[in-house]
């Protein structure tokens, strides 16, 4: 494996995962809450966000094992009763972070694909990078979407289910995570199935809105 591609990639993952981690912050912000402009998370200082584990280690090893790349940063921190409407607030800005990263993938991809850059009309490297941006930031958005705490979409799930769903949601958070490690560690083929068959999905309807 070149190493030089690991660090596009490694820089790749970094910018994602930034940007993705500040629009909860931004939105947050915009409803009401100050709670990460106070600890100083509306920056793009990589150092206030990135995680070793979740941010560097799991991303590079995914990448060099030719898995779908995915990962996340520091969680912003988000006082939910601080922002106007709450629960539907807080999925407001669970959400504005995979649709962070799904609207940087599809932006690399119409500047890749109208200029050809995508399809190697500008050398190797250059359709790597676009190649990369695209996947690393739809993997993002795939994995932040699945509906289990602490990820994005459990923000979503919470706000539209009854209460005997919130509650189950809530006793599993502090654990959830390790949910998630555990179903990639035990079910890690099935899991990468499907995460490929959502990034490919989100790719050809990419293909479908200019035409392709």
Not at 70 to 96: D, H, S, T
Request: with cysteine; aromatic share 14%; proline share 6%.
């Amino acid at each position: 494996m070149n190493f030089g591609y690991i660090v596009i990639v490694f820089i790749i993952v970094i910018a994602s995962v930034i940007l993705h981690e500040l629009s909860h912050g931004v939105v947050a912000y915009l409803l009401g809450d100050h709670t990460a402009k106070d600890a100083g998370r509306l920056s793009l200082n990589p150092i206030k966000h990135i995680d070793p584990y979740m941010s560097i280690l799991v991303p590079v090893i995914l990448f060099i094992l030719k898995a779908p790349v995915f990962g996340g940063a520091k969680p912003i921190p988000i006082n939910k009763y601080n922002l106007k409407w709450q629960e539907w607030g807080m999925a407001l800005v669970a959400i504005a972070g995979p649709l962070t990263n799904l609207l940087l993938a599809f932006i690399c991809f119409l500047i890749s694909h109208f200029t050809g850059l995508l399809y190697g009309s500008g050398g190797e490297l250059p359709a790597f990078i676009f190649y990369e941006a695209i996947a690393v930031n739809l993997g993002f958005a795939v994995f932040n979407a699945i509906p289990i705490p602490p990820l994005d979409g459990s923000r979503v799930l919470y706000a539209l289910s009854p209460d005997v769903v919130r509650g189950f949601l809530a006793s599993i958070e502090p654990y959830g995570i390790l949910v998630v490690y555990g179903l990639i560690l035990i079910l890690g083929q099935v899991f990468s199935g499907i995460m490929v068959g959502a990034m490919n999905g989100i790719f050809n309807f990419f293909y479908w809105i200019v035409g392709s």
